[in-house]
């Protein structure tokens, strides 16, 4: 079964702070994503990488950025954290196929971040 | 937005009943996925069914794809309570752009 692990399950962190969230997969995946989750408004897609330094933006890309140095493992960087970036954040992969759409994501069980 | 959406927002049966949750779209689709989440944990993907297909199953699981009213259904028939979880449609659009994921339906299954 493929694996999605995220380093932290629970993580507090203070305004003005940077931020890693890390993200590993074990499956050779060429897809990498990083999502938000909040009440109300779904998954949103923060970044996307489909090869080891190649990175694109998703929806909602402003206060992050990301980090795909090795193919199994994607990171999340929050600049400056802000208290509206609190929020449960999830990181998925999936085969490349014949491209992002038509293979199923594998996602980790998330990282729920307090910025207080 | 091209987000899907699903309806109903939150759903409560009892044990042994079906469920039925449904996913509006506006656009042309590729295909469209149907994930679970339980509480406090990531998504799952359920089942993939394609632009060209109607009907698949898997299991309890029966998704039916209109294109021409552009939503999808997902039932669940003779429900458990360990399928208390919340459900999303994540829809493809043309191009090599990823999934869209709707807001989802609250199912709760009582025992």
């Known amino acids: 079964d493929v694996k999605v692990t995220q380093s932290s399950r629970y993580l507090v962190k203070r305004t003005g702070e940077k931020v890693f969230l890390e993200c590993v997969q074990d499956m050779d995946h060429e897809n990498m994503f990083w999502y938000r989750q909040d009440p109300g408004l779904g998954l949103r897609l923060i970044y996307f990488s489909y090869d080891v330094k190649m990175k694109e933006k998703g929806d909602i890309p402003e206060g992050y950025s990301v980090s795909r140095e090795k193919k199994e493992r994607f990171s999340l960087i929050l600049e400056s954290a802000s208290t509206n970036q609190t929020s449960m954040y999830l990181c998925?992969?999936?085969?490349?196929?014949?491209?992002?759409?038509?293979?199923?994501?594998?996602f980790g069980d998330g990282t729920r971040l307090s910025i207080l | 937005s091209q987000q899907g959406e699903e309806d109903p927002q939150a759903l409560s049966i009892q044990e042994g009943e079906n469920a039925t949750m449904n996913c509006s779209y506006k656009?042309?689709?590729?295909?469209l996925q149907w994930y679970r989440q339980n509480s406090g944990r990531g998504l799952v993907h359920l089942i993939l069914?394609?632009?060209?297909?109607r009907e698949k199953h898997s299991g309890r699981l029966r998704v039916t794809l209109d294109t021409s009213k552009k939503s999808s259904s997902l039932l669940i028939t003779a429900s458990r309570a360990a399928d208390t979880a919340s459900y999303f449609c994540?829809?493809?659009?043309?191009?090599?752009?990823?999934?869209?994921f709707g807001k989802g339906t609250r199912l709760s299954v009582i025992a």
């Open positions: 656009t042309s689709i590729n295909n």
């Open positions: 069914i394609r632009s060209n297909e």
């Open positions: 994540a829809t493809v659009f043309s191009g090599n752009t990823p999934l869209v």
């Open positions: 998925a992969s999936s085969l490349v196929g014949t491209g992002l759409r038509d293979q199923p994501q594998h």
